[in-house]
């Protein structure tokens, strides 16, 4: 890369390229016609950024990868007052091909695509925003953590050849059935700890789930999005806070690709390719919209196309396309703040029910 020949005279736009790491950083300073004024690599911390940058002039345009541990940087920048960009890790992958790579020319070339206007941007979410997924994500990880213990005491009685004649190990019977067993000592002293262990995961999931429902209450938009029938209070706080604001998707297509619902697409002269969905996106979302459809009688409008497209193409197919329905619905609730229609029956058609992200009125778009 071509350097700038005289560093202090430079007065015009600077555009900062950042490649953020664990505990070092290096950070590349450019001019408006793409050379290098500047690269210093740092010990990260706010204040070795923050001095950094305040050789960049005003206002200048600084880009950074959403990688590890993104957020102090975002937050560093922002107090300073600098125009910040965040780029998608998918977007810049390329980097990855190229036969010399190292941290000085990350850095540069994330500057000179945000020069060139050709940066793939991601969301940057205000704090508060933030905040609400810390929440909400280590909630899931402890159900997750729940979930394994739980697998693993059914391993433990697969083992010893204890049948399980109930549907539920852990509900009222199979606690008795648990409590009656006797087995070898170390096949007893691993279940009780991980009984154990799962209530104390109860008494933190509950927690949590708590300080979501505080922080959520007042939402309208928490509200509305459980009127659409197989959303709760727990999945809709994860539409909530992993979507934030849903006024940055133009309309509900892109909700749901954004949430890696639509189908790959692959096409190149006259030969097309669509598979399966790309999941490309957040993975707590697509799990709440799944979930949220699974269990829904056929009265309901979305039970009713669910069912009869499993008869055609099966049930996975048809749950993942309730589903993306379903996330549309989402989209029309948080955007509006309210649903229109009565989305508890069915339609009377014998066709399938048109998406959501059709053209129609505003008065009716939840109700096709």
Not at 94 to 112: G, Q, T, W
Not at 298 to 308: P, Q, S
Request: charged share 25%; with cysteine.
């Amino acid at each position: 890369m071509k350097r700038y020949a005289d560093v202090e005279q430079y007065t015009g736009q600077q555009y900062v390229g950042i490649d953020l790491h664990r505990r070092r950083t290096v950070i590349a300073r450019t001019t408006d016609a793409g050379e290098l004024l500047e690269a210093v690599q740092i010990t990260n911390s706010p204040l070795a950024l923050a001095e950094v940058l305040t050789r960049a002039g005003e206002h200048p345009e600084v880009v950074l990868e959403a990688t590890y541990g993104w957020y102090w940087a975002v937050d560093t920048l922002a107090e300073i007052g600098a125009s910040t960009h965040l780029a998608h890790p998918l977007g810049v992958k390329a980097f990855e091909y190229r036969r010399v790579k190292n941290d000085l020319r990350d850095s540069c070339d994330l500057a000179d695509l945000l020069r060139m206007g050709r940066l793939p941007e991601a969301w940057i979410a205000p704090p508060a925003t933030r905040e609400l997924r810390e929440l909400v994500r280590h909630r899931a990880k402890l159900v997750s953590m729940r979930s394994r213990c739980k697998a693993q005491v059914h391993a433990v009685l697969a083992k010893c050849g204890v049948a399980v004649p109930m549907s539920d190990l852990f509900g009222v019977a199979g606690t008795d059935l648990l409590n009656r067993l006797a087995l070898p000592a170390a096949y007893t002293a691993r279940i009780n700890s991980l009984r154990r262990i799962m209530d104390l995961l109860d008494f933190e999931i509950d927690v949590f789930a708590n300080l979501v429902k505080g922080r959520l209450a007042r939402d309208p938009g928490y509200t509305a999005v459980q009127v659409i029938p197989g959303i709760g209070p727990i999945l809709g706080s994860v539409f909530v806070a992993e979507i934030g604001d849903v006024h940055r998707f133009p309309g509900p297509q892109k909700l749901t690709c954004w949430a890696g619902m639509t189908p790959l697409h692959r096409e190149s002269d006259t030969t097309v390719r669509r598979g399966k969905i790309t999941k490309q996106g957040s993975r707590l979302v697509r799990w709440a919209a799944v979930e949220s459809v699974q269990r829904l009688p056929a009265t309901t409008r979305l039970g009713a196309f669910r069912d009869k497209l499993a008869l055609k193409r099966g049930h996975n197919i048809a749950v993942v396309a309730a589903a993306r329905r379903q996330l549309e619905y989402v989209f029309y609730a948080l955007r509006d703040h309210h649903v229109t229609a009565d989305l508890r029956t069915p339609v009377t058609s014998t066709a399938c029910p048109p998406s959501a992200a059709d053209a129609v009125p505003a008065s009716t778009r939840l109700a096709s």
